[in-house]
């Protein structure tokens, strides 16, 4: 939402509506399933190797946002924070895969993992084209 107030250009404008459309979503969805997802419960072992590789995961995510190459393009230095935080997504879908699940919530993390890299895509080849 930030950068639509800066940008002007529109491929990326897509862009960053379709992630507020697809994670808007996501949201409402995973909130509609608490309920019922909340009755699941994992092994504390299980639930050891999960939280271990979301911090890893969410550790490595912010030290990569931090980490984009910081210019005066309000487009380029979106997309440079955005991509590690789309692959942050997907590496947490992922590693919540690997591991039982309430039902409702994998068709969720699937979308998620599928509309993240669709995203990563999107913006590597936005930032070819700025020659980024």
């Not at 509506?17 to 996501?26: A, D, F, G």
């Not at 912010?62 to 942050?88: C, K, L, W, Y």
Request: hydrophobic letters at 40%.
């Amino acid at each position: 939402q930030n950068l639509l107030r800066y940008t002007t250009f529109v491929p990326l404008q897509n862009i960053a509506l379709r992630i507020i459309e697809e994670q808007t979503k996501s949201i409402e969805n995973m909130r509609d399933i608490l309920d019922c997802c909340s009755m699941c419960s994992n092994s504390q072992r299980e639930w050891n190797g999960y939280q271990e590789c979301f911090c890893q995961i969410s550790q490595r995510m912010f030290r990569q946002m931090r980490a984009a190459v910081s210019t005066d393009q309000i487009d380029v230095n979106f997309m440079r924070e955005m991509i590690p935080h789309h692959e942050g997504a997907v590496r947490m879908s992922e590693n919540a895969l690997r591991y039982p699940v309430c039902p409702e919530l994998i068709p969720i993390l699937q979308a998620i993992i599928t509309l993240q890299r669709r995203g990563i895509r999107q913006m590597e080849q936005l930032l070819r084209c700025f020659g980024a």
